[in-house]
């Protein structure tokens, strides 16, 4: 279920320390706030000693706040863990900071001067729900879930090796420690996990030894007197997970992966594995990676924007914040990821789209300053079109290539390699070539083929549709859009492909069902429907459709894998069997997200998104 809209932290400043105007209570105190995180926190859950030679480890925070205590564990796990080690570290957050909050909050910390800063660069927008954010290339995760602590937690899937239950005092801020908190975190502990607490109030040691914590009060020699520690002997509680998306066992760190497909789903995939210790061996029939439809020369990052909160409404709106959040990251390391000016205007194809726009930009489907409604012309300004509607200024054109390129880069690829079957084999899964001839045998396989993954593996009984789209390629010159414009298709910005060609405007797009992809008649152009295309264009912007004499007979044609109910597929379909498809026309939103979902299920890591969207995406729902 929708959690209700955040309310963010109301904060005070008391020389310099910062204090909750809403609790009556400090953060932490920058003279020994830093102290109180290693010998309270860290130091109370038994670290480094409780993570050695462990290869993955999950801390619980229930009130994340500045993220002192993250970044006290980030720093001792960086100096004391094994390279290959993972560390997952989950937070429920109730009021979040903003940015430049953390930023003067965290200022006095110059000994974490350096994962401060980065720490602040990803701070994630106030958007209920979880956010992920990926460090130190893989080696530390963390999901920061904005939430009520208790609704945050109930909605999450976890095994918490280790707690810090860090919430405002007690008598200030009962919510955080009422029985329903303590409930989920003893429902997500691991057998043996460790906890620690600076408060020793009675009513919290009681509520977490009715849970199964033995818990002591210890007196340390820093500048906090008295704390708790504990450790859980209680049993694992429920999954949140529904029976159908029940999560297999964790496979073992370093396990070799075989991810078939190299598009967007695939790239995606084979990157979120390795980035959770996994081995991933990336396979294309093609060149290499984006041969598919995932190759277009520009393409949109456009969110879903749904008026009710759906479950695919919340999946589309946290996998756009997720996906604009990557391509950020990826332009900073100086990727082109990103096409033309940045932004989006979308302008209603008819007037009863006009109406839901305007309720759109009064909404709160995504954080502020994500949606703003436009004159036209506001539009001209921003985007060379003249006509009014919403505007988004995180969206715009990306280059797809250069998404796949960046996220496939450094991981072993085996281009030109045609997988036509699997077959269960001694020690896994056989992959076999056209000829019927296995050619590699894995324990762990990850379908990302698109509309052709229900072929590999009939057995599941996906419903996989695929859709033919075309686009037509335009020349640029004056009059033509400065920005990406939506109006029932769309065009792109004049942008030059990925890693080089000529710059031109892409107008899309068809979506057709085709009955059977094998059938290569999809991918012959068709002048009908650059005429198609360009008649819509026509009817919605004459004057932008006037820069041009006529349609285009040049462009690019793909295959779309959508599902009946219009959500994608991640997740399990036999014992080292899983798959990431269905991804439609949003799979540059979408696909990154979801593939940090999958790669959860295999490693036991949190999950990326709450427990009921996970299970709306699980192929089981069509068993």
Not at 595 to 618: F, K
Request: net charge negative.
């Amino acid at each position: 279920m929708p959690w209700p809209e955040i309310t963010p932290a109301r904060l005070e400043w008391r020389d310099g320390v910062p204090a909750s105007a809403d609790y009556g209570d400090i953060y932490f105190d920058v003279t020994d706030g830093l102290a109180q995180a290693r010998q309270v926190f860290v130091g109370g859950i038994g670290a480094p000693d409780i993570w050695h030679g462990a290869k993955r480890f999950t801390v619980g925070e229930v009130g994340f706040g500045a993220g002192l205590n993250f970044l006290a564990t980030w720093r001792r796990w960086r100096e004391t863990a094994d390279d290959d080690a993972r560390l997952h570290y989950l937070a429920v957050e109730a009021h979040p900071l903003t940015s430049v909050d953390v930023s003067r909050a965290l200022g006095p910390f110059r000994d974490l001067l350096a994962e401060a800063a980065v720490l602040s660069a990803l701070w994630p927008e106030p958007h209920p729900g979880p956010h992920r954010r990926v460090l130190d290339g893989g080696r530390v995760t963390l999901t920061v879930v904005l939430a009520d602590a208790a609704a945050g937690l109930a909605a999450t899937d976890a095994a918490v090796d280790a707690w810090f239950l860090d919430g405002f005092a007690p008598d200030r801020n009962p919510a955080m420690w009422n029985e329903a908190v303590l409930d989920e975190v003893a429902r997500l502990s691991a057998p043996g996990a460790r906890l620690a607490t600076y408060s020793v109030a009675g009513a919290v040691r009681r509520g977490l030894a009715d849970r199964g914590f033995r818990v002591d009060k210890v007196k340390g020699d820093g500048p906090k007197g008295e704390h708790l520690m504990g450790r859980y002997e209680g049993t694992p509680g429920a999954a949140a997970l529904p029976a159908h998306a029940a999560r297999p066992d964790p496979v073992a760190p370093g396990t070799p992966c075989a991810v078939v497909g190299a598009g967007v789903a695939g790239a995606a995939a084979a990157r979120a594995l390795a980035n959770h210790g996994l081995d991933p061996i990336l396979l294309e029939a093609g060149n290499g990676p984006a041969a598919g439809a995932s190759g277009n020369p520009c393409g949109l990052v456009d969110p879903r924007l749904d008026l009710e909160p759906s479950t695919g409404g919340r999946l589309h709106a946290a996998a756009y914040l997720d996906a604009v959040h990557r391509l950020d990251m990826l332009a900073t390391q100086g990727w082109p990821v990103w096409a033309g000016p940045r932004g989006l205007l979308r302008v209603p194809p008819d007037s009863r789209q006009a109406a839901r726009f305007d309720r759109l930009a009064d909404s709160a489907v995504l954080p502020p300053g994500h949606v703003e409604r436009v004159t036209a012309a506001d539009a001209r300004e921003h985007a060379n079109v003249e006509a009014a509607g919403l505007w988004l200024p995180r969206a715009g054109a990306i280059r797809p290539r250069a998404v796949v390129a960046a996220l496939a880069h450094g991981l072993p690829q085996r281009p030109r390699t045609p997988v036509a079957g699997l077959m269960r084999g001694a020690s896994g899964w056989l992959l076999l070539d056209p000829r019927g001839h296995a050619f590699l045998q894995v324990p762990l396989v990850v379908l990302a083929a698109g509309c052709l993954t229900p072929r590999l593996w009939p057995d599941a009984g996906l419903p996989v549709t695929p859709r033919r789209g075309q686009i037509s390629r335009l020349d640029g010159g004056p009059g033509t859009p400065d920005a990406a414009v939506t109006f029932g298709g769309y065009l792109t910005p004049a942008v030059a492909d990925y890693p080089e060609g000529d710059e031109r405007h892409v107008l899309g797009a068809t979506y057709d069902r085709w009955p059977d992809p094998t059938d290569r008649a999809w991918a012959t152009l068709s002048d009908a429907d650059h005429d198609r295309l360009f008649h819509g264009l026509s009817e919605r912007l004459p004057r932008v459709a006037a820069a041009w004499e006529g349609p285009g007979h040049d462009g690019r044609v793909g295959l779309r894998a959508t599902l009946p109910d219009r959500m994608p597929v991640a997740g399990p379909l036999d014992e080292g069997l899983h798959a990431l498809t269905g991804l439609g026309s949003h799979g540059f939103q979408t696909g990154p997200l979801l593939a940090e979902l999958l790669a959860a299920y295999l490693t036991g890591a949190p999950l990326p998104l709450p427990a009921d969207v996970a299970a709306a995406v699980h192929p089981a729902r069509f068993g």
